[in-house]
C-alpha cells in the first residue's frame, strides 16, 4: 500500500504550528496513525509524540457554463495534525 503525504501550509495551519506546535499533512484516506507517524519521522527526521486525525468531507461547488449550472463536489481526504516532541521543528520551505 502506498501511502501519500503533503504538507497544508495555510494562514490557520500556520497559526496551529506557532500556538500549539501542531503540523498539518493531507495523507491517503486509508492510512492510519502509525503508518502517518512512521512516514512523518523518516521523511522529516523528527520524533513524533502524537497524531491526531480527521476526514474532511469534499466541499459542494457549482459554476455556471454556457451549457447551463455545473455542480460536483471537491475530493474528500484525510487530514493528520502531528506534534513534535519538545525542541523539534519541520521546514516547509528549505526546499524552495
Known sequence: MDITI???????AT???????????????EANKYQIKMLVEKLY???VVKVNT???RGKNKARWTKSGLQRGTTNAYKKAFVTLADGQSIDFYSNI
Open 15 to 29: 497559526k496551529l504550528i506557532e500556538k500549539r506546535g501542531h503540523y498539518t499533512f493531507s495523507v491517503s484516506p
Open 45 to 47: 527526521d523528527v520524533k
Open 54 to 56: 480527521c476526514l474532511q
Open 6 to 12: 503533503k504538507p497544508i501550509v495555510t494562514e490557520k
